[in-house]
Nanobody
Framework: QVQLVESGGGLVQAGGSLRLSCAAS????????MGWFRQAPGKEREFVGG???????RHADSVKGRFTISRDNTRKTVYLQMNSLKPEDTAVYYC???????????????????WGQGTQVTVSS
C-alpha cells in the first residue's frame, strides 16, 4: 500500500546539516505512522525518529535536539532535518511506514511494514 523513496543524503562535514526527504505513494499515507532509521556497517538498524498520523513525534536520545522529523501530508512526504552532524551519524538512512494507527510512533524496526531503499549519509571529520 505504501512505496517509499528517500533522497537528500550525501557527504557533509561535521557540524553541518542535511535534510532528508521520503516521498511516499499510497492511498492511506496520512493514516500511517512514519519513522526514520539508520544502519551503519556491522550494526543493527537503529531508530532515529518517528512521527504519528496525528503528528506526535519522538526522537532517539542520540539525536534529540539535533534532528527533527516532520511530515507534509499534502505532499505525502516525511522529512528528517539533521543539524550539528557528527561522524557517528554516518549510516544508511531508511524511511519506514507503520500502519498500526498507534498514537505513539514505534521505535523498533519490526513495528514498521514498509521500507524505502535507503540513502547514504556520510559525515567527515
Amino acid at each position: 500500500q505504501v512505496q517509499l523513496v528517500e533522497s537528500g543524503g550525501g557527504l557533509v562535514q561535521a557540524g553541518g546539516s542535511l535534510r532528508l526527504s521520503c516521498a511516499a505513494s499510497g492511498r492511506t499515507f496520512s493514516s500511517y505512522n512514519m519513522g526514520w532509521f539508520r544502519q551503519a556497517p556491522g550494526k543493527e538498524r537503529e531508530f532515529v525518529g518517528g512521527i504519528s498520523w496525528s503528528s506526535s513525534t519522538r526522537h532517539a536520545d542520540s539525536v534529540k535536539g539535533r534532528f527533527t522529523i516532520s511530515r507534509d501530508n499534502t505532499r505525502k512526504t516525511v522529512y528528517l532535518q539533521m543539524n550539528s552532524l557528527k561522524p557517528e551519524d554516518t549510516a544508511v538512512y531508511y524511511c519506514a511506514a507503520d500502519g498500526s494507527r498507534s498514537l505513539v510512533p514505534g521505535t523498533s524496526a519490526g513495528e514498521y511494514d514498509y521500507w524505502g531503499q535507503g540513502t547514504q549519509v556520510t559525515v567527515s571529520s
